[in-house]
């Protein structure tokens, strides 16, 4: 069992850029979410899907962030339109249950955007 | 919102010592927590946890206590060694997602 895989692993985008973030979950987790890290913080929500569907994108920014999480292939985060305040550390987490319990973190991509 | 927070943002430990690390929460909702260990450039390790029907739990070398009286968390981690250089996370949850602290530097002296 591999994990959770995230890639790509650093990413460097020029403001206006788009930057995409992928997630494999471990096998046999259905869950997925992800979260944000900037610098000496804590890692805050951003969104919980599952296959087809997001459940919950409270903690997600109203503009230029979507999520998807096809039937097959990886979960996606999408960033339009980079800016500086960006930057940060994206983890992904999956989870077999759709609750806490269980949940497993990728190593995350570092994002710059320059 | 609900947040989780804690009391110290660095902590040096002589190794060997014994290491504590504090946390409040302020979400009286919340009935699990989880302590994570995040080394540079590494996703956060699950540690230990703990439901809120108990007030503490041991693992190997790491004990978590809880009092939801004040809400308040703390991991203590027993003959701390070089490899516990790190900066550790307290989250909490009600649900199916987790609301972390800002985290504690942990740092080891030799």
């Known amino acids: 069992n591999a994990g959770v895989m995230q890639n790509p692993r650093h990413l460097v985008r020029r403001r206006g850029q788009e930057a995409r973030l992928r997630c494999s979950p471990m096998?046999?987790?259905?869950?997925v979410y992800w979260y944000r890290q900037l610098p000496e913080e804590g890692l805050k929500f951003m969104v919980y899907?599952?296959?087809?569907?997001?459940?919950?994108e409270s903690g997600m920014p109203k503009e230029r962030f979507s999520a998807e999480f096809p039937k097959e292939g990886p979960s996606i985060l999408r960033i339009q339109q980079v800016v500086r305040g960006d930057s940060a550390a994206y983890f992904c987490?999956?989870?077999?249950?759709?609750?806490?319990?269980?949940?497993?973190f990728g190593s995350g991509t570092r994002l710059t955007v320059v | 919102g609900e947040s989780v927070g804690l009391h110290l943002p660095t902590l040096s430990v002589q190794e060997g010592d014994n290491s504590i690390i504090n946390c409040a929460y302020s979400n009286s909702a919340s009935d699990y927590f989880i302590w994570y260990k995040q080394e540079s450039g590494k996703g956060p390790q699950f540690i230990i946890d703990?439901?809120?029907?108990?007030d503490k739990r041991q693992g190997q070398r790491v004990t978590v206590l809880l009092n939801k009286t004040v809400k308040h968390l703390s991991l203590q981690i027993a003959a701390t060694q070089p490899g516990d250089s790190a900066v550790y996370f307290c989250?909490?949850?009600?649900?199916?997602?987790?609301?972390f602290g800002t985290g504690t530097r942990l740092t080891i002296i030799p």
């Open positions: 096998k046999g987790h259905s869950h």
């Open positions: 899907l599952q296959k087809e569907n997001i459940i919950d």
């Open positions: 989250a909490e949850s009600g649900n199916e997602k987790l609301t």
């Open positions: 987490a999956s989870s077999p249950t759709g609750t806490v319990y269980g949940y497993t």
């Open positions: 703990i439901r809120s029907n108990m």
